[in-house]
Nanobody, 128 residues
């Protein structure tokens, strides 16, 4: 079993930045692709960003492309989400997830059911 714990959320002004972290334990982190999802009140869980097991491939949703960057440090068993130019509509609980995905691209990374393990989430609030 893999345990995932998110951290780094908080309150930030629109246009500001935050870096989220997701620490993994209990498994072989380097063999899993990792994803970030978010869920706002009254909304379905939404895909944000994903990265391959090696870190060589990434895929971002259109809503965050150019503003958010996913990365990982396998030596530290940690995946990151650097969020820049934050907007009020980015406000949500952010979740990290791990899975053995067949690829990093459209039609694969966006589906929550493709991931086997999930963290508890961290709140990001962007004020105007």
């Amino acid at each position: 079993q893999v345990q995932l714990v998110e951290s780094g959320g908080g309150l930030v002004q629109a246009g500001g930045s935050l870096r989220l972290s997701c620490a993994a334990s209990g498994g072989t982190f380097s063999t899993y692709a990792m994803g970030w999802f978010r869920q706002a009140p009254g909304k379905e869980r939404e895909f944000v960003d994903a990265i391959s097991w090696s870190g060589g491939s990434t895929y971002s949703s259109d809503s965050v492309k150019g503003r958010f960057t996913i990365s990982r440090d396998n030596a530290k068993n940690t995946v990151y989400l650097q969020m820049n130019s934050l907007k009020v509509e980015d406000t949500a609980v952010y979740y990290c997830a791990a899975g053995r995905l067949p690829g990093i691209g459209s039609g694969v990374v966006e589906t929550p059911g493709m991931y086997d393990y999930w963290g508890q989430g961290t709140q990001v609030t962007v004020s105007s």
